[in-house]
């Protein structure tokens, strides 16, 4: 398996644009996370998804943020508008059963995102 | 709501030196911890995790973490580190089908 595919692996976009976030979790796994690392807050939890069904946005900043899972292999993270604030890493994580305590979380590889 | 305090940002270590990374979580009940590591450029991999049982957990590449209830702490130890273990580190804490992490420490460490 070829683990949690994120993309881009860098995005630089100015004030403003629209930005949209790729993951696509490993096969199976029925739980999807969005988490964004920064140096100030580290890492927070933006919004999980189980069986596509999103569980708990609490984590999402603003209405600019929202979040997809149209099917059980792909999900976006979208920007609109974009501002410089939004700089950060974002990373996607999937589980078989979160069930199960937390093991098994598979991170992807991050997107990291300036806006200028 | 659950919470990990990380109070160490930076350590900056020469080889073969001990470290112990502080954890504290909020959580009175039981909880699940976990330690995580990215490397540069790398995404997270999980270090060591604490379910029950034995508070002394031992995880990969020589690193151990020991869980005290009685102090709400997770410390994460090795006693010599590398100069491949420069890296961030994560505690977290999963609550109700997420994992909450602290803000992370990073380790640096010199020849």
């Known amino acids: 398996d070829a683990g949690v595919i994120q993309s881009p692996r860098h995005e630089v976009t100015e004030m403003g644009q629209e930005v949209t976030l790729r993951c696509k979790p490993i096969s199976g796994h029925d739980y999807l996370f969005w988490y964004r690392q920064t140096m100030m807050r580290g890492l927070e939890l933006l919004i999980y998804?189980?069986?596509?069904?999103?569980?708990?946005d609490s984590g999402m900043p603003e209405d600019r943020f929202s979040a997809k899972m149209p099917n059980a292999s792909f999900s976006t993270l979208k920007i609109q508008p974009s501002e410089p604030r939004d700089s950060a890493v974002y990373f996607c994580a999937s589980s078989l059963e979160s069930g199960v305590e937390g093991y098994g979380y598979t991170f992807g590889s991050g997107t990291r995102l300036t806006v200028v | 709501a659950q919470s990990v305090s990380q109070h160490n940002h930076h350590v900056i270590l020469s080889e073969a030196a001990s470290l112990e990374l502080g954890c504290n979580y909020s959580y009175g009940g039981t909880v699940n911890l976990f330690w995580y590591v990215q490397y540069p450029g790398q995404h997270l991999q999980l270090l060591l995790k604490y379910f029950s049982g034995d508070p002394l957990v031992k995880g990969i590449k020589g690193f151990e973490a020991e869980f005290i209830k009685s102090k709400f702490s997770f410390n994460l130890r090795k006693p010599s580190v590398q100069w491949s273990d420069t890296a961030e580190y994560f505690c977290a804490v999963y609550n109700t089908d997420k994992l909450i992490f602290g803000t992370g420490t990073r380790l640096q460490v010199f020849p």
């Open positions: 998804f189980n069986n596509n069904v999103p569980i708990d």
